[in-house]
């Protein structure tokens, strides 16, 4: 079992950022691979960004690529994702999650296990 929590939702202008943060209560942190997802309203729960257990992987999709960067520290037991030059579609429900696979290339977000309850960005003048 492993029990994660995201924080550091809010409200941002466009334009704007903000550093999301999943802290994991499990000892063993350093074992998992760990990706962000969001739901925007209305739509389904997308993976959006991972990152390996090693660090020695991440991975982006498109539509954040270059604005987002995961990252982790295993001594702290969390993983971040700051998001800079917001849009409003980015406006959504953001989770992180255990994975299996995560390479530069890939990502096995169909197969994530373990979710924290998810933390709300608005992206909104």
């Known amino acids: 079992q492993v029990d994660l929590v995201e924080s550091g939702g809010g409200l941002v202008q466009p334009g704007g950022s903000l550093t999301l943060s999943c802290a994991a209560s499990?000892?063993?942190?350093?074992?998992?691979?760990i990706a962000w997802f969001r739901q925007a309203p209305g739509q389904e729960r997308e993976g959006i960004s991972c990152?390996?257990?090693?660090?020695?992987?991440?991975y982006y999709t498109d539509s954040v690529k270059g604005r987002f960067t995961i990252s982790r520290d295993n001594a702290k037991n969390t993983v971040y994702l700051q998001m800079d030059s917001l849009k409003p579609e980015d406006t959504g429900v953001y989770y992180c999650?255990?994975?299996?696979?995560?390479?530069?290339?890939?990502?096995?977000?169909?197969?994530?296990?373990?979710w924290g309850q998810g933390t709300q960005v608005t992206v909104s003048f």
């Open positions: 999650a255990t994975l299996p696979l995560c390479y530069s290339d890939y990502a096995s977000f169909d197969e994530s296990h373990y």
């Open positions: 499990q000892y063993t942190f350093d074992n998992y691979n």
């Open positions: 990152i390996s257990n090693s660090r020695e992987y991440t």
